[in-house]
């Protein structure tokens, strides 16, 4: 049983955790799943809300086409805005995701070694 204290992801395992897929995603630690689903939930809280605006912006009556590079343009500025350490919906989304009596990873290192003593 692996009793490493979640706050122990180092800013490397983080950014590797918040870009599990798939397959690895479940067979990652539950530290490494919350982090991933929770930046994944974040991304798609932030295409939701830019969706609607880049759409009117783009807008250009071009038909489908502009549609298309509309959307994967949304698609790469959400991902973009929330990579690393985003606009931190992510870590709250963590937080919340993270069982009573746990440290987030998101938790200061002061935190933690308050939790260890």
Do not use: C, W
């Not at 609607?52 to 489908?64: C, I, P, Q, R, Y």
Request: glycine share 10%; aromatic share 2%; hydrophobic share 40%.
């Amino acid at each position: 049983m692996d009793l490493t204290p979640v706050s122990a992801l180092s800013a490397v395992e983080r950014t590797h955790a918040s870009q599990l897929r798939g397959e690895a995603l479940r067979h990652a630690s539950p530290a490494e799943q919350r982090v991933a689903v929770a930046s994944q939930f974040e991304a798609i809280l932030v295409r939701q809300l830019l969706g609607k605006t880049m759409t009117k912006m783009l807008d250009s009556g071009e038909g489908a086409a502009a549609g298309v590079y509309g959307d994967l343009l949304t698609d790469t500025l959400a991902t973009q805005l929330t990579a690393g350490q985003g606009l931190g919906l992510g870590r709250i989304i963590e937080r919340q995701l993270t069982p009573r009596g746990e440290a987030p990873s998101s938790a200061p290192a002061a935190a933690t070694n308050e939790v260890k003593s």
